[in-house]
């Protein structure tokens, strides 16, 4: 049976990388499995979305609809979004027949520190709008199957590995 691990959190919070280390070892044993990430899938859409609150919904509701297309033909899905909307998860929840959501928890100091795309530091100088967490809410999960703190501590592999065992990890 065929199953979409949904890995959600801020941006920065490290769903690409440990999302990349599950589909490496999902791939070990069975070629049937795909990764998808928030920011290649809107580019692989056409970029025909933009970054607000009515735009993210639609885009995390495209993302939602394709898991649950994939998983239906028997593969395998990890996604990487931030999944924002509580909705979307309550919708994911309820159409695709084996669902795990992880939430990578991150404080936002660490957050700040990572910053690869320049949306807090942008958001800082006002050059970046509409940032999760900052100009729009995040609607933190309410009860994921998984809840990682990946505030550096463990190693994106050893995040991958207890996401496989359905295992949390709070950092000290």
């Known amino acids: 049976m065929a199953i979409t691990y949904w890995i959600t959190g801020y941006s920065g919070a490290g769903k690409t990388t440990v999302g990349r280390e599950l589909y490496k070892i999902l791939k070990r044993g069975h070629d049937a499995c795909v990764l998808l990430d928030g920011d ?33 033909q028997g593969i395998d899905v990890v996604c990487c979004t931030v999944s924002m909307f509580d909705e979307v998860r309550t919708w994911n929840r309820t159409h695709i027949r084996d669902y795990t959501e992880v939430y990578l928890k991150v404080p936002e100091d660490v957050l700040r520190k990572r910053d690869q795309k320049g949306l807090y530091s942008g ?6 709008t509409n940032v999760v967490g900052l100009d ?5 999960p309410k009860s994921p199957d998984i809840v990682i703190q990946n505030d550096g501590s463990i190693s994106a592999i050893s995040a991958a590995e207890m996401i496989l065992k359905g295992e949390n990890y709070y950092a000290g």
């Open 40 to 72: 290649a899938m809107r580019t692989m859409f056409g970029n025909d979305l933009g970054y607000s609150r009515e735009d993210r919904y639609k885009s995390a509701m495209r993302f939602s609809r394709l898991c649950e297309f994939l998983t239906s």
């Open 136 to 140: 729009l809410q995040l609607e933190e």
């Open 123 to 128: 958001h800082t100088q006002g050059t970046a």
